[in-house]
Nanobody, 115 residues
Framework: QVLLAEAGGGLVQAGGSLRLSCVVS????????IGWYRQATGKAREFVAT???????TYADSVKGRFTISRDNAKNTVYLQMNSLKPEDTAVYYC?????????WGQGTQVTVFS
């Protein structure tokens, strides 16, 4: 069992920044695919950003240039730095890890961007 715990969500004005964190209950050094998804009210969960190897990353077009994913293996933590936030970024943000072929999800953290 792998547990993921997100933190860092909140209420922010458009143009502002937030940093989300995801603490994982096991060593993440060997976890290649670990990243972030989000789900707005009434919409399907969508991909935001992820590591596809220990160092390579990929982003959704909607967040490229504004969001940055990073990891601290020593702290078993993955971060999502979100800059230039827009109201359309409002959603519950979920951390996701793929470990030995199984998907694990955190409980989510709410991000609300007001204009």
């Amino acid at each position: 069992q792998v547990l993921l715990a997100e933190a860092g969500g909140g209420l922010v004005q458009a143009g502002g920044s937030l940093r989300l964190s995801c603490v994982v209950s096991r060593n993440i050094f060997s976890i290649n695919r670990i990243g972030w998804y989000r789900q707005a009210t009434g919409k399907a969960r969508e991909f935001v950003a992820t590591f596809i190897t220990s160092i390579l990353t990929t982003y959704a077009d909607s967040v490229k240039g504004r969001f940055t994913i990073s990891r601290d293996n020593a702290k078993n933590t993955v971060y999502l730095q979100m800059n230039s936030l827009k109201p359309e970024d409002t959603a519950v943000y979920y951390c996701n890890a793929v470990v030995f072929g199984s998907d694990y999800w955190g409980q989510g953290t709410q991000v609300t961007v007001f204009s």
